[in-house]
Structures are given as C-alpha cells and as structure tokens.
C-alpha cells in the first residue's frame, strides 16, 4: 500500500481522553464502555481505550468485535443482532443490546448449543425513534420474556439518544429510564446490573451533575476518540487533535482560476462553480472523493484555500502560502467525524499509529 494518504491516529491522545472521561465517570458512579467503531475497532485504538481504565470495548458490528476478540477485555454488541449473525453474536460478544423477542429466543438457543451464558440490555426508545420499543409495557414484556430464556441474562436496560431524531440526553427522559428500570427490578425481583442511559452526548449531563444518580453506563465512542460531545462540541478536559490525515502533493503549476470555456458537468454530475482569484498557483495532491468526502477535511495550513476535487484529485490553492510547497511536500488536514470514519474505513487510506 501506498504510504500516503494517510491518517494519523494518536493512540497517547486518545488514552489520555480516556483516562479524564474515566474520572470524571467514575466521580457520578459511572463507568462507561468504550466504543471503536469510529477506527474499525484496530485492535491498536482498542488497546488505547483499555490502557485509559475501561473495561467493556463495545462496537455496532460483530466483525469490528472479531478484530479485538484477543484483547482483555469484556466485549458488547451495540447495534440490535441480526438474526443471520447469531452464532457469531454468542462467540464473540459477552453482552449485546435488544428489542426484539425473536432474536431473545435465537440468542438463547445458540448461547444453550455452545454452552454459554449470554448477557442482554434491553433498548428502550425516549423519543429518538431509533432502536426499542417505545412503549413501557412492550419492554416491560421483553424483560419478562428474557429472564425466561436459558442461556441469556437480563443485566441492564439501555436507551439510545441524539443518535437519529436529535433527541437530546436530559434529567428527564434519563429518570424516565430509571424509573422504568426500577419497574422491571420489582416486577421481576432482579437487580440490573447496568443502566445504560446514553452516549458521548450524555456527557454535559453527566458534567454538570444532572445525570440521575441510578445511571451507571455511558457508552463513549466520539468524546474518547475525539474530544466531542453532543452536537459535536468539543467535551471539557479532552484532546480534539487525535486524528490528522497527510496528502502529497503531485503537481504544482500556476494556472487561471476559472476554466476555459466550461459548459459541461463535472465528474459527479454537477454544476461546477468557479471563483476568478486570477492567476494562482495550485497544487494537485493524491487523494480524493473514493478517499474521503472532500468538504469535510480542512487544511492545518491557513494560508491554503481547498478549491475542488474529483475521485482520486484534490485541488488547492497554494497562492497565499508562506510554507514553500514542493512536489512531494505533505499537506496535513484536521478531520470531522464524518472524515475519520471515511478514511479509517477506505482501503487507500493508509493507518499510521503515532
Ligand atoms: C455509536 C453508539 C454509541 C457511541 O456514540 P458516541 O457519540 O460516539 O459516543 C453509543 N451507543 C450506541 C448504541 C451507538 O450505536
């Protein structure tokens, strides 16, 4: 593989994040899971969460968890099993989360044949609208199915938030969690193990000493990762600079800024629109739309201005710099969310651990 484009994933930055987001958790009782699926779960980015204090490595796919099976660490499913996954659900996840009856009795099923006891967090919906029932009696149903079921455990009730109808983590919907967990607890004469109230977007909640007090997991990807929080603001007593990616530079040339003649579409089926700066000097660099979304990197470098790209090109203009660019000199960009995800999952991307 190519050296670059490359992302620079700082492991010590995230570890770092992770210790500080551990403390404070633990100061409210919390202890939060870690969530990989931002890097693929590398087993290189798990190890760095578990070297900040956690204990469960939690990711949305059972071949994310495959990947980190050999670190010492209990693992979660995050996103709801797919029944055609279940085998692979009981072997490689000590604990996943759940809505569905259906998939309860495969669980239990599989987890019997391969002599295993499987643990369940069950997902109630607070309004988000993704995943879990949205009424009290449908989970409070679920529940009882569950404690039925041989081979699985019912350890925790669980909901998910901010993630698709913009619902945010509040006192409110989280003591409704609560208060519905309690319900389960007395109705069924267990304890829960686990109240899993929210994600990284708890964490104001949890900061500002709203986060009720019966709330013991927050299942942290972003905030660890890199430094954010809800809305992606950036999360008190963390590193936002975890993740970098460095482009090389292929050709530098000075050319006018508006095409000649443009009438046709461009690579992606749209109107190109030009700003005429004049004559400029620009830079073409190796990496491009099949790598990442172009709009959501931008230059460490100030005095760069990112004009366009198409697949596999990025255009810049190198006009205003101070920094004398070179053929083969690299040009480093701060990431988005979106981009991190982008670049840790394209094979033309290469990884660099620091
Ligand atoms: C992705 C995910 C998380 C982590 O969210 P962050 O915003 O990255 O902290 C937590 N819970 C579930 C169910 C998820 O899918």
Do not use: W
């Not at 980015?45 to 071949?63: E, F, H, P, T």
């Not at 461009?266 to 073409?284: Q, S, T, V, W, Y």
């Amino acid at each position: 593989m190519s050296t670059y484009p490359c992302i620079n994933i700082h492991l010590d930055k995230i570890t770092e994040n992770t210790q500080n987001m551990v403390g404070v958790c633990k100061a409210c009782n919390v202890s939060p899971t870690g969530v990989t699926k931002l890097a693929c779960a590398y087993p290189e980015v798990g190890q760095a969460i578990l070297n900040g204090g956690i204990k469960i490595l939690s990711d949305s796919r059972i071949s994310n968890l495959k990947k980190i099976r050999h670190l010492d660490a209990v693992t979660m499913l995050l996103r709801l099993p797919a029944l055609s996954e279940i085998s692979d659900v009981i072997k490689y996840a000590d604990i996943s989360l759940n809505s569905e009856a259906k998939t309860l009795e495969a669980l239990s099923e599989e987890a019997v044949k391969q002599d295993k006891l499987h643990k369940v967090i069950l997902m109630h919906d607070l309004g988000d609208l993704r995943e879990g029932s949205f009424y009290d009696e449908e989970t409070l149903a679920l529940s009882r199915k569950a404690i039925e079921l041989p081979g699985i455990e019912l350890v925790g009730l669980g909901t998910n938030l901010a993630c698709y109808g913009g619902v945010e983590p509040t006192a409110e919907n989280q003591t409704r969690l609560v208060d519905l967990a309690k319900q389960i607890e007395t109705e069924l004469d267990i304890k829960l193990q686990y109240i899993s109230g929210a994600s990284s977007a708890g964490l104001n909640l949890l900061l500002d000493g709203e986060l009720p007090k019966e709330i013991n997991q927050l299942r942290l990807g972003a905030s660890l990762m890199m430094g954010i929080g809800l809305n992606d603001d950036p999360v008190p007593d963390t590193r936002q600079d975890t993740f970098t990616l460095t482009a090389e530079i292929i050709e530098i040339k000075i050319k006018p800024s508006v095409p000649v003649n443009s009438t046709a579409l461009d690579a992606f089926g749209n109107k190109p629109e030009f700003i005429d700066r004049g004559l400029r000097k620009r830079a073409i660099c190796a990496i491009g739309k099949q790598d990442v979304d172009i709009s959501e990197i931008t230059p460490v470098d100030k005095d760069i201005i990112v004009i366009g790209g198409s697949s596999d090109h990025l255009i810049l203009d190198i006009d205003y710099c101070k920094k004398p660019y070179e053929i083969g000199s690299l040009v480093e960009f701060e990431l988005t969310y979106g981009a991190v995800l982008q670049c840790m999952t394209s094979e033309y991307v290469c990884k660099h651990f620091v």
